[in-house]
Each structure stands twice: as structure tokens, then as C-alpha cells.
Nanobody, 127 residues
Framework: QLQLVESGGDLVQPGGSLRLSCVAS????????IGWFRQAPGKEREGVACISSNGSANYTDSVKGRFTASRDKSKNTMTVYLQMNSLKPEDTAVYSC???????????????????WGQGTQVTVSS
């Protein structure tokens, strides 16, 4: 069983930055691709970024050049970061991380592919 815990959400002004963290604990952590998803009120869940087991990342077009995903593996946990720069009001949403076993394949931004989910963290971009 894999457990995911997000943190780092906050209220930030437009143009500001935040770094979200997703701490994964469990077995075979190196086998998992991690995705970042967001859901705004009244909207469907949207894939924002993902990072594969080999460290390569994908981004949705609206965040390319502004968001960066990275991963850091320690002995018993893995932390995946989402650095968010030049934030816009339309980035406001609950951000969740998710995991799926995906060896030797590029990660994808489709939420239905992911098996484990964190509880989410609120990001609000407003002046």
C-alpha cells in the first residue's frame, strides 16, 4: 500500500511562487510515476504535471515554463515537488498528487491511470 501526503498549499498573490510537496511512503517507490492534478470548484480534475520513474516530466500546456516537477528519493520515502512560479488566478484549485506503477514508460496526465491519491492541498492565487 502506498501513502501520499501533500503539503505546501497557501494563499499567494498573482506572479508569486509556491512549492508543493508530495511525500510517498511504501514499497517499490522507484517504480512509481507521480502525477500532480488540480480541481477548481465546478471544474473537472485536470492533470498538471507528472514525473516518471526515470525522472522525466510532462506538463499540461497551461503550466509549461512556469511549473517544474522533481523527485527526491531517500531510504524509506520519496518526495515529489511541484515548483510553481508566475502563478495566475486561474491556477487556484485543490492540488493532489497521485501514483501509479509505470516502469519504462513515460508518465501521463490522465487521472484514471493513477491508483493512489493524496488528500489534496489548497492553492489560492489572489490579490
Amino acid at each position: 500500500q502506498l501513502q501520499l501526503v501533500e503539503s505546501g498549499g497557501d494563499l499567494v498573490q498573482p506572479g508569486g511562487s509556491l512549492r508543493l510537496s508530495c511525500v510517498a511512503s511504501g514499497f517499490n517507490l522507484n517504480s512509481y510515476a507521480i502525477g500532480w492534478f488540480r480541481q477548481a470548484p465546478g471544474k473537472e480534475r485536470e492533470g498538471v504535471a507528472c514525473i516518471s520513474s526515470n525522472g522525466s516530466a510532462n506538463y499540461t500546456d497551461s503550466v509549461k515554463g512556469r511549473f517544474t516537477a522533481s523527485r527526491d528519493k531517500s531510504k524509506n520515502t520519496m518526495t515529489v515537488y511541484l515548483q510553481m512560479n508566475s502563478l495566475k488566478p486561474e491556477d487556484t484549485a485543490v492540488y493532489s498528487c497521485a501514483a501509479e506503477i509505470r516502469l519504462f514508460r513515460q508518465c501521463v496526465l490522465f487521472p484514471q491511470e493513477y491508483d493512489y491519491w493524496g488528500q489534496g492541498t489548497q492553492v489560492t492565487v489572489s490579490s
